[in-house]
Antibody, heavy 122, light 113 residues
Framework: QVQLVQSGAEVKKPGASVKLSCKAS????????MHWVRQAPGQGLEWMGW????????NYAQKFQGRVTMTRDTSISTAYMELSRLRSDDTAVYYC???????????????WGQGTLVTVSS | DIVMTQSPDSLAVSLGERATINCKSS????????????LAWYQQKPGQPPKLLIY???ARESGVPDRFSGSGSGTDFTLTIGSLQAEDVAVYYC?????????FGPGTKVDIK
């Protein structure tokens, strides 16, 4: 069965960076785009970008350009999302979500990780 | 960016009654070459990740009860819960995946009256 298991909660100081992982199993990792979505406490969902695990190609929301880097390690079926120059308003639960359709970025996410809480506080 | 709006912000419906949530996009999400609307609906319960309910605006994801249905085209969409059950209490989001950034609506909270 498809599973996405994310790394554990992080506490960071403003200005620091955080790198989250999302380990996939139960399907061909390189066959499906991976999206990253975040949710601030009590707020809605915010799409951050996607990575093509096959090519390593990425597409980031303009809002995060210059601060976010999405990578992958195909040997261990793991996607990563690094966010730099953290601010207090980056405090959120960060989710990875596998695209529903193979080899297509433009699709909903039908499998989601459990989420990783990142707290940014001095 | 395509802006997604939802209405109402929240609604309370009696068990067994119908719940209707509306979603509007600031520009069409209908891709003319394949006649598909790039619009999804999600359900999110507290402490859980979102769950995909509907894709292509009206296609039900595998395992989703048939009381959930999606309709609409272009810029106006609706999620209908045909007969509300207690387990349907959640926040519902629409999302367009027509163009990046793949924006979400602000969410609609559904409760039991």
């Amino acid at each position: 069965q498809v599973q996405l298991v994310q790394s554990g909660a992080e506490v960071k100081k403003p200005g620091a960076s955080v790198k989250l992982s999302c380990k996939a199993s139960g399907y061909t990792f390189t066959g499906y785009y991976m999206h990253w979505v975040r949710q601030a406490p009590g707020q809605g969902l915010e799409w951050m970008g996607w990575i093509n695990p096959n090519s390593g190609g990425t597409n980031y929301a303009q809002k995060f350009q210059g601060r976010v880097t999405m990578t992958r390690d195909t040997s261990i079926s793991t996607a990563y999302m690094e966010l730099s120059r953290l601010r207090s308003d980056d405090t959120a639960v960060y989710y990875c979500a596998r695209a529903q359709l193979p080899a297509i970025a433009a699709a909903g996410g039908n499998y989601w990780g459990q989420g990783t809480l990142v707290t940014v506080s001095s | 960016d395509i802006v997604m709006t939802q209405s109402p912000d929240s609604l309370a419906v009696s068990l067994g009654e119908r719940a209707t949530i509306n979603c509007k996009s600031s520009q069409s999400v209908l891709y003319s070459s394949n006649n598909k609307n790039y619009l999804a609906w999600y359900q999110q319960k507290p402490g859980q990740p979102p769950k995909l309910l509907i894709y292509w605006a009206s296609a039900r994801e595998s395992g989703v009860p048939d009381r959930f249905s999606g309709s609409g085209s272009g810029t106006d969409f609706t999620l209908t819960i045909g007969s509300l059950q207690a387990e349907d209490v959640a926040v519902y989001y629409c999302q367009q995946y027509y163009s990046t950034p793949f924006t979400f609506g602000p969410g609609t909270k559904v409760d039991i009256k």
